[in-house]
Structure formats: structure tokens, C-alpha cells
């Protein structure tokens, strides 16, 4: 993704709703719902290419596995350092626009 544009709302709601689902698990549960989540892409495909939101999805299930690959705890999106950089950016673009307009 292009680090000057901001995500669209569906992006942000595709994030949110997979962030909520993984909240709590560990390392192996989320690889299973990586998993899963790949498997429902192929199955939902008639012609095997992935809808915007489902690439999204599995996009943000394989940066969470990535996350807790190196951490010994269950995902929580309050200290993850990619969500907590993206709720500054977002923060930073309204005060921003706040001055301006």
C-alpha cells in the first residue's frame, strides 16, 4: 500500500473486524485462522482470484501472524506497533486538515 494515501473506509472496517477476531489469540491460532481465511478465498472464487476486501483480509491475518511469530503472547491491537502507528497517522491527517480548513 502507498504509505501517502490514506486507507478507505472499507479497509479501515476490514482491518477492525479481522483485528477483533484475532484479539486474544496466540501465535498457532491465528496461523489456523490465516489458514482458514485462504481457504474461504478459494472456495468464494469461481474464477480463483480474491475480491479486494478478502485480499485485504488475508493481508492483515498474515501481518498479525507475522507479529506474534516473535511474540510469546496473545495479539492485542493496543500494543501493536503498526496499529498504534496507523491511529497516529490518521490523528496526525485530522489535526492537519482541522488547520487548514
Known amino acids: 500500500m502507498d504509505p501517502e494515501r490514506e486507507p478507505s473506509e472499507r479497509e479501515h472496517a476490514v482491518w477492525d473486524r479481522v483485528r477483533r477476531a484475532a484479539t486474544g489469540m496466540d ?3 491465528a496461523k489456523a485462522a490465516l489458514g482458514e481465511a485462504r ?4 472456495e468464494g472464487s469461481a474464477d480463483g482470484r480474491t475480491t479486494p476486501d478478502t485480499q485485504t ?3 492483515e491475518w498474515e ?6 511469530a516473535d511474540h510469546a503472547g496473545a495479539y492485542d491491537p493496543a500494543t501493536d506497533p503498526f496499529v498504534q502507528g496507523q491511529l497516529a497517522a490518521r490523528s496526525d ?3 492537519a486538515s482541522g488547520r487548514r480548513g
Do not use: Q
Not at 481457504?39 to 478459494?42: D, T, V
Not at 501481518?63 to 506474534?68: G, K, P, Q
Open 39 to 42: 481457504k474461504a478465498a478459494e
Open 27 to 29: 501465535h498457532h491460532r
Open 63 to 68: 501481518r498479525i501472524t507475522d507479529v506474534l
Open 93 to 95: 491527517r485530522a489535526r
Open 57 to 59: 483480509e488475508l493481508d
